[in-house]
């Protein structure tokens, strides 16, 4: 069956540490994405990719790196530069091409949830 | 920047309508309606694409106002399975999909 994975579904990190999240998709999607959400707050954009390696920030990129190496995998790391990294990340692709607006819907994953101890 | 969702919470008996609005102060391409679930990811309800076209499903329709850079999602006659937090989800000219806060309704018997 075709969809998004995001792993794992919760994790722990110490202060300090590094970490990344997996998201994979078999659906041949060309943009995907990374969101945080918090109560209250929404989806909020980490980073975007429309493209094999490329990708932009988006509205709170600081502390987190990404990578596009293949079109089914969009990892994203959490540095020890994120103030505070406790949150829900979603993983979200879509079949939009690179410079297009997007027409077609976008499909989530599960999520991870990522707790700083 | 986020588009702007309202209100941020409605509650309904079962049977009654909704209104909740989405408004951006970028010009838009298309406006994404999603509902999300407690700890589950976002499902995917409709997309309206620029020239005002109004999408459906079941008894949850929308508009788009391309000039105003609004949106508006109705429930009608509201349902128990309607209860969840709606986000909009915005594309301009970036070709980034930016979403709201969000509204939670709880639709209760």
């Known amino acids: 069956d075709g969809g998004i994975t995001q792993s794992p579904k919760y994790l722990f990190r110490k202060e300090g540490q590094n970490v990344t999240l997996s998201c994979e998709q078999n659906l041949n999607h060309d943009a995907m994405y990374w969101y945080r959400q918090d109560p209250g707050q929404g989806l909020r954009l980490i980073y975007y990719s429309q493209i094999v390696n490329d990708f932009q920030k988006g509205d709170i990129a600081e502390g987190y790196s990404v990578s596009r190496e293949k079109k089914e995998s969009f990892p994203l790391t959490v540095t020890s530069a994120q103030k505070n990294p406790t949150a829900f990340y979603l993983c979200a692709s879509s079949k939009a091409p690179p410079g297009t607006t997007m027409n077609t819907e976008a499909f989530f994953g599960q999520g991870t949830r990522l707790t700083v101890v | 920047q986020q588009p702007v969702q309202s209100p941020q919470a409605v509650i309904l008996r079962e049977g009654e309508d909704a209104v909740i609005n989405c408004s951006s102060s970028k010009a838009l391409y298309s406006v994404h309606w999603y509902r999300q679930k407690h700890g589950e990811a976002p499902v995917f309800l409709m997309i309206l694409l620029k020239g005002g076209e109004q999408k459906g499903h079941e008894k949850i329709s929308a508009s788009f106002n391309e000039k105003k850079q609004q949106s508006s999602l109705y429930l009608t006659a509201s349902q128990l399975s309607y209860s969840g937090t709606y986000f909009c989800?915005?594309?301009?000219?970036?070709?980034?999909?930016?979403f709201g806060a969000g509204t939670t309704v709880t639709v209760r018997a």
């Open positions: 989800g915005v594309i301009s000219n970036d070709y980034k999909l930016s």
